[in-house]
């Protein structure tokens, strides 16, 4: 009996034991603390090390000289033709021309190469010893002197004024050439055949800045015997070849009868 009564009393001690553990709250887990995440930035590799170069500075090549080329012109057929016989067929030739203001025919001209004589009009007003009558151009050395060759005026009783030599002005007397007028040509209309001062021509017309030019064109040796300028707000302007003869000058006819230390 008494066994029993021990057995039962370390049962329910046993009990009494189990129960206090199971009503003991369980110890709180330890809280895990979060750190803020740090940004750990790579080691900055030190800057690379720029190799330069000492700069090697090249002379600046010349500019290859700049070749002028002509700009191709597509002209009438019977247009060149005449451009073509003006350049080829004469070596001399003598006009007499009328020109603006005047527009009279006043002096003839005789042209071989780079030489020009020029006949100047004789009015009756003149002075004994101080008039000339022939002017002498030089083209290439671009001079001109005036000479007394006529001899009812330049020769009195003992007096020669054909030994006189004057200077005179070289623009004055240069005027453009039958064929300066063919070289400015750069295109053209043909409008047809026509007569001038009883010569056979045929009439062009071409057009430069703005002006509006007609010529008459000798069918044969192909330099005009007439231009006619028009442009607007100006004065209508007209140059006129007459009394023309081609290729029968001598050098002689073109320089003067003598010379002097000056000329």
């Known amino acids: 009996m008494e066994n029993k009564i021990l057995i039962?009393?370390?049962?329910l001690m046993i009990l009494l034991l189990v129960g206090c553990s199971a009503e003991q709250p369980a110890a709180p887990a330890q809280q895990k603390t979060t750190q803020p995440a740090v940004k750990v930035e790579p080691p900055t590799a030190p800057p690379a090390k720029v190799e330069t170069k000492e700069e090697i500075i090249k002379p600046t090549p010349e500019p290859e000289p700049t070749v002028k080329v002509a700009p191709t012109t597509?002209?009438?057929t019977r247009v060149q033709e005449l451009i073509t016989k003006s350049q080829t067929k004469i070596k001399s030739y003598k006009y007499l021309l009328s020109e603006p203001p005047e527009n009279r025919f006043l002096n003839t001209y005789f042209i071989k190469g780079n030489k020009i004589k020029v006949k100047?009009?004789?009015?009756?007003?003149y002075v004994i010893g101080q008039w000339y009558d022939t002017i002498y151009l030089d083209?290439?050395?671009?001079?001109a002197t005036a000479r007394c060759e006529d001899d009812g005026r330049c020769?009195?009783?003992g007096k020669d004024y054909t030994r006189a030599v004057f200077e005179a002005d070289?623009?004055?007397h240069?005027?453009?050439t039958p064929l300066e007028w063919m070289d400015q040509i750069t295109n053209a209309e043909v409008i047809g055949p026509e007569v001038v001062d009883g010569v056979s021509t045929i009439k062009?017309?071409?057009t430069q800045t703005g002006k509006i030019i007609e010529m008459w064109l000798h069918t044969t040796y192909g330099v005009p015997m007439k231009v006619k300028i028009t442009e607007s707000g100006q004065p209508e302007l007209v140059y006129q070849f007459t009394d023309s003869s081609f290729n029968n000058l001598r050098d002689s006819d073109v320089a003067p009868a003598f010379t002097t230390s000056q000329y």
């Open 174 to 176: 240069n005027t453009k």
């Open 8 to 11: 039962l009393i370390s049962l």
């Open 170 to 172: 070289y623009d004055t």
């Open 155 to 157: 020769l009195q009783p």
């Open 204 to 206: 062009i017309k071409t």
């Open 139 to 143: 083209r290439a050395a671009k001079t």
């Open 120 to 125: 100047l009009y004789e009015g009756n007003a």
């Open 74 to 76: 597509q002209l009438p």
